[in-house]
């Protein structure tokens, strides 16, 4: 069996110089792969909403306030919003959202928001709000909606 090709002295010297600074290559690579705080980015996560004011009784036609109130825990959340949609005839929700972005350690500090919600109910009856405590978890409220039932 013939040898294809024959090493000469010359480049077994050069492989050898070369296997001299797989070391150094290796330990460049290793210090230069040090972990950096990993970045983190999130938008419209639920909030608990963590206080609320919301009437139990109301007259038709006649705008009711609901308030609430909502914190996230540290200083990576932001832009805190809520979102009050109708979901059917006599059902809403109540959400609270924020921000979230992360470069690493978070600053402790209270992130809170606040807001004061008005809807005009037109039909009698029990109005159920859904209050979103997280993505899955809710209460429930109740406002009955009469002719003439004043707020209460």
């Known amino acids: 069996m013939k040898q294809m090709f024959h090493y000469t002295p010359i480049i077994k010297f050069r492989m050898i110089k070369l296997l001299r600074f797989y070391p150094v290559l290796i330990l460049v ?4 792969c040090t972990p950096s705080p990993q970045y983190f980015k999130y938008s419209n996560i639920v909030i608990p909403i963590r206080e609320k004011i919301i009437p139990e ?8 306030s609901i308030y609430a109130y909502a914190s996230a825990p540290d200083g990576c ?3 805190i919003h809520f979102v009050f949609e109708q ?3 006599k059902a809403y929700e109540l959400i609270a959202l924020a921000d979230y972005e992360s470069k690493g350690a978070c600053p402790e500090v209270l ?8 809807f005009t109910p037109v039909r009698p009856g029990n ?3 859904t209050i979103w405590k997280s993505s ?6 109740t406002i009955k909606v009469g002719e003439f039932l ?3």
């Open 57 to 64: 009784t109301a007259p038709i036609n006649v705008p009711l």
């Open 127 to 129: 109005h159920i709000i």
């Open 87 to 89: 979901t059917d005839e």
């Open 136 to 141: 899955t978890t809710f209460d429930l409220d």
């Open 29 to 32: 690579t290793v210090t230069s």
């Open 150 to 152: 004043p707020y209460k």
């Open 111 to 118: 992130v809170t928001g606040d807001t004061v919600l008005t």
């Open 77 to 79: 959340w932001s832009n």
